[in-house]
DNA sequence: ATTGACAGATTGTCAGACAAACTGGTATCC
DNA sequence: GGATACCAGTTTGTCTGACAATCTGTCAAT
């Protein structure tokens, strides 16, 4: 019997829209460099305008998007550069949270993260997309709650947010998977035994590993999307369309019954 | 001759206001627990509901105000134990970012930021507050600056706008800035000998000193506010009023040439 | 080839409106 | 007397419609 959160809040339409466009640029429904047209949005969605531009200012707000004075909001394209100050920190957040982890996990924090490793296991056997998300999410959401600082949190999942995109990308290489659940077996044996610098370090080389990872999935990507030619006008169109949803599960529909992104986002330029 | 930035970016009216509300939430001219009325924000600011509302979702995001559905915003009160969390990330980060200065500083670094402490302690003997808030901005630009990361930047300076009421709070308390002028320069010594170490535990030191020196200030600040009858009604007026009110300084001003704050914003309840 | 002008598209901002939700107080009932 | 129910005022959530300012791409002219 768990606990139950019996608070209704009331999900505003603001609400609803940042969450369906936070999915959406987060899964890569919407690629780097896409204008996102209001008017457009608002057919998507099916919501009135001044919704969709609060809603923008959020996303903006959160580091999803770019709203560029009288040009609109259009989803930033992340540099290899960046990324790696964005590993860099969160390196150093998810160090810091499995070092005061280790000292607090109790036997039962153990058993639990257990199973979250052993989800992981069995999602990466099958193939389970979803489930290897799902797992790891739990994993950490385990070592952040003992860690029991909600800012460090707050500020790392907004992080993980703007990388999404790369992390995707680079768990579904081949071997990424397997080995990154070494690395975690190797967090969850210095929690273990309560060894504060062996955790955080583990969660460190983690991350490092990670970051390895995802840049090796920018040279696939940019490899795959710039073959030599830069063409001036959308030239490439099926193919590159295509490589540009790296995940294709991207439950992006309209609120409205009689719609279904009718005109795509536009590229930038 | 300096470089120059020829790039002119319009301003638009939300940023304006973004920025005005900002600077008012921060500079404590809104009390925590103040409810912010969508409507007599248009008559301050003299702009329209929408320009406001837009504004008012970045101030969400950034969590410098808190938005309750049918509710409306208000400012948070910031508890001890939130601000400890924040303390806690913001000496990771900080010493993070002046290990790697250390490493990375040269001699002109050097200079400019002895340059920046000595500005810190001529403010203080002046009691200049605007100029003890900048020095010390300079010198802590110098650090984040030759850290080189822009997320960590980034991430640290909307942690520091949560805070920035009870730093001033904090720092306008009788010994509290001489001591922190000392802390500053062992940073200093630890990253002119190119110590990363050192500069690292220097600058943890210096925000635990200043979490509990921001801690006295709590104290001291409920001491004076709740005075063992808590009135339902706006009941102690003017003397309240002015304690809610640290720094005095608030350049806020309306827009239009008519208004001057005509009703203040409500407290909570 | 560069410049200039023009039409179309898109954003920035406003005014006005109305339903829904919350607040606080008063009247009512036990 | 105290608890409950109702009611009016306030405030937010959302939409519609509108218009000026700005940007983009095209096409003609030099």
Redesign the pocket.
Request: hydrophobic fraction near 25%; glycine fraction near 6%.
């Given at each position: 019997m768990t606990a139950h959160d019996l608070r209704i809040s009331?999900r505003?339409?603001?609400?609803?829209i940042v969450e369906k466009l936070r999915a959406a640029i987060t899964d890569g429904f919407f690629a780097p460099g896409d204008?996102?047209?209001?008017?457009?949005l608002c057919d998507m969605l099916?919501?009135?305008?001044?919704?969709?531009?609060?809603a923008l200012r959020s996303l903006e707000a959160e580091r999803l998007i770019v709203?560029?004075?009288?040009?609109?909001?259009q989803i930033p394209v992340l540099t290899a550069d960046h990324a790696a100050e964005i590993y860099q920190v969160r390196a150093l957040l998810e160090g810091e949270a499995a070092c005061i982890a280790a000292k607090r996990a109790t036997t039962d924090d153990l058993k639990q993260m257990r199973a979250s490793l052993a989800a992981f296991g069995r999602a990466i056997r099958t193939a389970d997309m979803p489930g290897k998300i799902a797992s790891t999410a739990a994993f950490y959401g385990h070592i952040m709650r003992l860690c029991g600082n909600r800012i460090m949190q707050e500020t790392l999942s907004t992080l993980l947010a703007r990388i999404n995109f790369l992390r995707a990308q680079s768990m579904s290489q081949p071997g990424r998977a397997k080995h990154s659940l070494q690395e975690m077996k190797a967090i969850y044996q210095a929690v273990a035994t309560k060894n504060g610098a062996a955790a955080r370090s583990a969660a460190v080389k983690h991350v490092e590993h990670a970051h390895l990872s995802a840049i090796a999935a920018f040279e696939l990507l940019n490899a795959k999307q710039a073959p030599r030619s830069r063409p001036r006008?959308g030239g490439s169109s099926a193919a590159a369309a295509a490589n540009r949803r790296p995940v294709a599960a991207t439950n992006f529909e309209s609120a409205s019954p009689a719609t279904a992104a009718p005109g795509q986002a536009?590229r930038r330029?």
């Open positions: 009331p505003t339409v603001q609400q609803q204008r996102l047209i209001e008017a457009e099916g919501v009135s305008r001044p919704s969709i531009r609060e709203i560029i004075p009288n040009r609109g909001p006008t536009r330029r």
